[in-house]
C-alpha cells in the first residue's frame, strides 16, 4: 500500500486525486494540504510514501515545499503534479529534489504508474517536460561517458533501480552507484531525471 498526500490549493482538485486514488488498489490518501507550509507539517506527521505536490500556492509554494522537507531529511518521495512545463517551473522542483514532475492533463493510468515508479525511488519525467529540462541543463564540457557508464543510464532510464541494475548487469548495486555519480560528473547534472533526460538529448540513449 503507497500512502499519499495530495497538496494542492484547489480543493476540487484535492477532491478529484483522493477519489481517483481511494478508487484505485494499493493506495491510501493519508492527507491533503492547500499550501507548502501545511504541506511540510503535514507529511512530516504522517510520513506518507509519495507527495504529489503542486506548485504555484499561496503563502508558500511547491519548490519551497520540496527544499524543506529535503532540509528536514522526509523521506516521502515528491512528485510534482501541475499545468506549469516552463523552464522556471521544473528546473528548480527538479534541482529542489523532486523525484518526478508530470502534468495535469496526464491521463489517469501514467499517474498511477508515476506515483508506483516514485515510490520506488525512480526518476518519472513526462516527455513535455524532459525537454524543458533539457534545455535548461548546461553541461560543462562533453566529457565522454564510458560504454558501462551508458549501460546503467538506459537501465535506470527503464525504470531500473540501483538493485536491478546491478543484477543486470552482474555489479555490485555500489559499483552502479560509482558509475552513476561519474555519469552525473560528466553529464553537468545532480540527479537521475536530469541525466536520462541530457543523455536522450546528446543522443546517448
Do not use: W
Not at 500512502?3 to 482538485?13: E, Y
Not at 510514501?49 to 529535503?70: Q, S, T
Not at 565522454?144 to 535506470?156: N, T, W, Y
Amino acid at each position: 500500500m503507497i500512502s499519499l498526500l495530495v497538496v494542492d490549493d484547489h480543493p476540487i482538485v484535492r477532491d478529484g486525486l483522493r477519489g481517483i486514488f481511494t478508487a484505485e488498489h494499493g493506495f491510501a490518501v493519508v492527507g491533503e494540504a492547500g499550501d507548502g507550509v501545511e504541506a511540510v507539517a503535514l507529511a512530516q506527521r504522517a510520513r506518507p510514501d509519495v507527495v504529489l505536490m503542486d506548485l504555484r500556492m499561496p503563502g508558500m509554494g511547491g519548490v519551497a515545499a520540496i527544499g524543506e522537507l529535503a532540509r528536514l531529511g522526509n523521506p516521502a518521495r515528491v512528485l510534482v503534479l501541475t499545468t506549469y512545463d516552463t523552464d522556471s517551473d521544473v528546473l528548480p522542483a527538479i534541482e529542489a529534489g523532486a523525484t518526478g514532475y508530470l502534468l495535469k492533463d496526464s491521463p489517469r493510468e501514467e499517474l498511477f504508474r508515476a506515483v508506483r515508479a516514485a515510490a520506488r525511488g525512480e526518476a518519472v519525467l513526462s516527455p513535455a517536460v524532459a525537454s524543458r529540462l533539457i534545455g535548461r541543463v548546461r553541461a560543462p564540457a562533453e566529457e565522454p561517458l564510458s560504454r558501462r557508464e551508458i549501460e546503467v543510464l538506459g537501465l535506470v532510464a527503464n525504470g531500473c533501480t540501483n538493485k536491478e541494475a546491478a543484477r543486470g548487469l552482474f555489479i555490485s548495486e555500489a559499483t552502479v552507484k560509482t558509475h552513476l555519480l561519474h555519469a552525473y560528473a560528466k553529464l553537468g547534472v545532480k540527479d537521475r531525471a536530469a541525466a536520462v533526460a541530457v543523455a536522450y538529448q546528446r543522443g546517448l540513449l
